[in-house]
């Protein structure tokens, strides 16, 4: 490729010379419009001559940096004027720090006047005639020095990134990182070097914000750090399908897991896009080496080759084989000129010809480099020198786990952010879910046997720390920090886990979830306390109950517990105080409810109440129907689906729903059908849409469609199972979480406007294709986030539930409900209260199951309300039996 030369010899960058000449191309793109490249040039030229004159002395201008107009004007101008820029972070206890040591001629940086005093004050510092470029390095070290860089390192430096990025005036960047980060300026240096545009962007990858601005902009590209990629995951990777026009990612600032990278790449490819990982340090201006991306997925493990005009050898220690690793050494003209400790260094010249870059690495035998650890990271364990970078190097190639390492004299600390480790390509977990999957307690022992067998430690001598490390505001990881957190953490409460041997607080969030789901305290330490209620399984059902105690647990309780770590749950529960009800302050005997809880124990006793002839209040099973599809979407289509096995997963996940309501009515069916002629050889089956009868009914045609409700959401569920095991449709799923549940909802309702004739009788009401639009439509309302969206899901039930049983009451009863699951998330009623409600809704499965066969003696001898009492009566008890069971059968698999 060419690229424009631009006169060097004016300012360091020599870029605002060429800058005129593209015209009207755009240059910077932020939320006001395009700036042209000539209106770029006219405003840099008017900022220069604001400052002080060279011929007064060259400055030091400290400039903060943002991604911002105002800032690269500044930028830019500055070094046009001829001045050198120490560029400083955002404000912080770090920039004050850097400010009051170097004490800058000139602070800018928003475009603010430059103080006339700035013209009368001489030079506080003696610059090099090459010096461009002061950085700090103490970002991830906390060693505090600043890196000096020439014009001649910046310039070679952007320009061996455009030719291997191959970077066009059609390309177009939209920034991620704080340009006071050498990875962030690079994207700035190489695209205007060559006449493309930037949008300028100060939004997370996490955020809409981004992902607009990006789209409307027709991005080709952006950067990203390891936790840029882990906020890529965490959204879901199908976010980059909202770039059509993206060419490429790039990938620096520490090391990935060569499992993501392989992931990442072949999601990007999957799109006719490239990820380039890359190599670099500050003191090599930005980059020093890249993967070529036809090897991402093939060489993951590798950082590649040098970059154009760069090279790399490895020193090997006297007496090394040629296989041992050795120092990594690079040189190529963008090496910078040395480090300034004091304001004397900053008259220096250019000190080095190479750069030792402290890693440990090799070259392979196909010429790409592999690092393997870092030098000057060792730590004594019981007297052995431990490498930790090569530790980290080790977990993550073996277990795709990105994890840090902190050396104590009598143990190795290993932090991650994951519960106990990410399975091996499951992007997108992020610690707070797996799709329903119950966290594998091995993967805890497996973290630590990786760890035990890279240190040669035992493992007794590896602590796992589970906690998000911290950053730089460049996002990589602050191992100063990192050893202050370690160093604070509370020993005492590293281990022990409500519910776990010597640990009898059985009342904690812990103990109550561990009882819950039938497990135990080793269960619960082993799947480390970042795991949440989802990710050790539980369900709807489960939900019902624990809502209620950990309400009178834990103070103030979010509404998306079952999504936070039961850690958490215990910290607020331990920390916070709830005051006693008072004559005074009557809310306080009063408890929040989930509107799903509350209507699903509501319409089991109108269920219940209707047809024991104590009441009539029609329709209430048709909510439920909405209620299990709002119940799948809330705890079971959560997570990473990326991948295959992202995408078998999900569907486990929602075939575990599936067996959590056909199990227990086919056990039932299977006992009671022999000994009653209400049911037929079809009903243990659930086939009573396949085989059941189609006339309209007297009881003998009424008796057998009594499961309707059952067979319905599980044959809904069996569906989405089988959706949900495509990966293409779970990614569309995570990309777009209102398509599927739409979809749904236009099929069913070809049957309920009978566009799709399903030929009369109880098939038009209680079949699952005539209910499929109300499944849908709950999973669509548990995923409306915006007004819009409830309102959509709102519209829909006022105009498709009205006129469809012929019955205003019953169709009123409908659409109050699903009005209700929309709009009223929780509602607030007497503790009391919810005392009873919640074994309702709890137990209403078995309360259904087993209603049918209780009732109809009991009301026939003319006691309608007894019948109801001995209906919710004995559904309770079935439920109650079949909890322990499964309890007791859990605990017996587990020991076998």
């Not at 990938?251 to 060569?258: E, I």
Request: aromatic share 8%; charged share 20%.
């Amino acid at each position: 490729m060419t690229i424009t030369q631009v006169d060097a010899a004016r300012s360091p960058l020599g870029l605002a010379s060429a800058f005129a000449a593209r015209g009207p191309a755009p240059a910077l793109i932020d939320d006001n419009g395009p700036l042209t490249y000539a209106d770029l040039a006219r405003r840099v030229d008017e900022r220069a001559a604001a400052y002080p004159p060279v011929a007064t002395g060259r400055r030091m201008i400290g400039l903060v940096g943002a991604n911002t107009v105002a800032f690269l004007v500044d930028y830019l101008a500055a070094l046009e004027a001829g001045h050198a820029v120490l560029l400083l972070p955002p404000e912080s206890a770090a920039t004050r720090a850097l400010v009051a040591s170097w004490t800058p001629d000139v602070l800018a940086g928003a475009g603010e006047p430059i103080p006339a005093a700035a013209h009368l004050t001489p030079p506080r510092h003696v610059l090099h005639p090459d010096l461009a470029l002061l950085l700090s390095t103490s970002g991830s070290t906390g060693a505090p020095k600043l890196v000096r860089q020439s014009r001649e390192a910046v310039l070679a430096n952007a320009a061996a990134i455009a030719e291997y990025l191959r970077i066009t005036p059609a390309d177009r960047a939209i920034t991620t990182l704080p340009p006071h980060y050498c990875y962030g300026l690079s994207v700035l240096h190489s695209h205007l070097l060559v006449g493309a545009s930037v949008v300028l962007n100060e939004d997370s990858v996490a955020t809409p914000g981004f992902w607009g601005r990006a789209g409307a902009h027709g991005v080709t590209t952006f950067a990203a750090v390891p936790h840029t990629v882990e906020l890529l995951e965490r959204a879901g990777l199908d976010r980059l399908d909202a770039l059509p026009r993206l060419r490429y990612l790039t990938q620096a600032g520490g090391r990935l897991a060569p499992e993501k990278v392989r992931v990442l790449a072949r999601r990007l490819e999957s799109r006719g896009a490239e990820l380039v990982v890359m190599y670099g340090q500050t003191e090599a201006t930005a980059r020093m080496g890249y993967l070529p991306p036809h090897l991402a997925r093939s060489r993951a493990e590798a950082i590649g080759v040098a970059i154009p005009g760069g090279a790399f050898r490895v020193d090997r220690p006297a007496g090394a084989g040629p296989d041992d690793p050795g120092e990594l050494v690079y040189t190529g003209p963008n090496v910078m000129m040395g480090y300034a400790r004091a304001s004397a260094d900053l008259a220096r010249g250019a000190e080095l010809t190479e750069l030792r870059t402290g890693d440990l690495a090799r070259i392979a035998d196909d010429g790409l480099v592999e690092i393997v650890g870092r030098m000057g990271r060792e730590a004594k364990i019981f007297g052995h020198r431990i490498d930790l970078g090569r530790v980290e190097a080790m977990l993550a190639d073996a277990h795709g786990l990105d994890a840090w390492c902190v050396g104590e004299p009598d143990r190795l600390v290993v932090v991650t952010r994951e519960p106990g480790g990410e399975r091996p390509g499951g992007v997108g977990t992020g610690g707070s879910g797996n799709d329903g999957e119950v966290a594998d307690p091995c993967r805890r022992a497996d973290l630590v046997g990786g760890a035990a067998q890279a240190s040669g430690l035992p493992r007794s001598a590896v602590e796992v720390v589970v906690v998000d490390p911290p950053r730089t505001p460049a996002g990589k990881v602050d191992h100063a920090a990192l050893r202050d957190l370690v160093a604070g953490r509370d020993r005492s409460a590293a281990a022990p886990v409500a519910g776990a041997p010597g640990v009898a607080d059985a009342a904690s969030p812990s103990g109550l979830v561990a009882h819950a789901l039938g497990l135990t305290g080793e269960d619960l330490a082993a799947a480390g306390p970042g795991v949440t209620f989802v990710d050790l399984g539980g369900d709807s059902l489960t939900y019902v109950v624990l809502s209620a105690r950990l309400e009178e647990a834990v103070p103030d309780l979010p509404r998306d517990w079952h999504l936070r770590p039961i850690a958490e749950l215990d910290a607020r529960a331990a920390t916070g105080t709830r005051a006693p009800a008072r004559w005074w302050a009557p809310w306080r005997a009063w408890a929040r409810v989930d509107t799903s809880i509350v209507l699903r124990a509501l319409f089991i006793l109108t269920i219940v109440g209707t047809h024991t002839r104590a009441l009539t209040i029609i329709g209430g099973a048709h909510v439920l129907v909405a209620l299990t599809g709002y119940s799948l979407a809330r705890f079971r289509l959560h997570g990473a689906a990326d991948t295959a096995a992202d995408a078998r997963e999900r569907a486990r996940g929602v075939l575990r729903t599936a067996g959590r309501i056909a199990g227990p009515a086919v056990v039932w069916l299977l006992l009671v059908t022999p000994f009653t002629t209400r049911y037929h050889w079809y009903s243990p089956l659930l086939a009573t849409n396949v085989f059941g009868p189609r006339s309209w009914w007297a009881d003998r045609w009424w008796n057998p469609w009594q499961m309707w409700f059952v067979e319905a959401v599980v044959y809904a569920l069996l569906g989405v199972a089988g959706l949900m095991a495509v990966p293409a449709v779970a990614r569309l799923d995570r990309r777009w979480p209102l398509a599927l549940p739409a979809a749904l909802v236009a099929a069913g309702l070809t049957v309920r406007f009978g566009l799709f004739d399903l030929g009369g009788g109880p098939q038009v009401w209680y079949s699952a294709p005539a209910v499929l639009w109300l499944f849908g439509l709950g999973w669509a309302i548990a995923r409306s986030r915006s007004v819009w969206a409830r309102v959509s899901a709102s519209a829909v039930a006022l105009l498709c539930v009205p006129g469809w049983f012929g019955d205003p009451g019953r169709e009123a009863v409908i659409v109050g409900g699903l009005l209700a699951l929309t709009w009223i998330p929780a509602v607030r009623l007497p503790r009391p209260l919810v005392r009873v409600l919640t074994p309702l809704a709890a137990g209403s499965l078995f309360i259904y199951l087993t209603h049918f066969l209780v009732y109809p003696p009991i009301r026939d001898a003319g006691y309608p309300w007894l019948s109801v009492a001995a209906s919710l009566a004995v559904g309770l008890a079935a439920w109650a039996l079949w909890e322990r069971g499964a309890r007791a059968a859990r605990r017996l698999v587990r020991r076998w």
